[in-house]
């Protein structure tokens, strides 16, 4: 069964960095992208970053480009988002996702807690 392991969530002060890394096992298919969703209390889930495996291409959520960067290593099949200079509206439930082709995700870890608040 496909598994995607996030960690690296936690509390952290405004200003303050945190990584988060997501692993991805068992898959059969090729990978086509991994992405970092979000969703903050009474919110919907937002991208906020992605990752095509192939050409490397990245986007990013209009709110977090400059602070926040994210990589990948094809060969361990992770994903990882260094987030820079958090704000308190960047605390979300962030979740990692694996699409297989397209722009739709197909598969989502468990979701870790970021929490950016002193």
């Known amino acids: 069964q496909v598994q995607l392991v996030e960690s690296g969530g936690g509390l952290v002060q405004p200003g303050g960095s945190l990584r988060l890394s997501c692993a991805a096992s068992?898959?059969?298919?090729?990978?086509?992208?991994m992405s970092w969703h979000r969703q903050a209390p009474g919110k919907e889930r937002e991208l906020v970053a992605r990752?095509?495996?192939?050409?490397?291409?990245?986007i990013y959520a209009d709110s977090v480009k400059g602070r926040f960067f994210i990589s990948r290593d094809n060969a361990k099949k992770t994903v990882s988002l260094q987030m820079n200079s958090l704000k308190s509206e960047d605390t979300a439930v962030y979740y990692c996702?694996?699409?297989?082709?397209?722009?739709?995700?197909?598969?989502w870890g468990q979701g870790t807690q970021v929490t950016v608040s002193s």
């Open positions: 996702g694996v699409a297989l082709g397209g722009w739709r995700t197909n598969y």
């Open positions: 990752i095509g495996n192939n050409d490397g291409m990245t």
């Open positions: 068992r898959f059969t298919s090729s990978i086509y992208a």
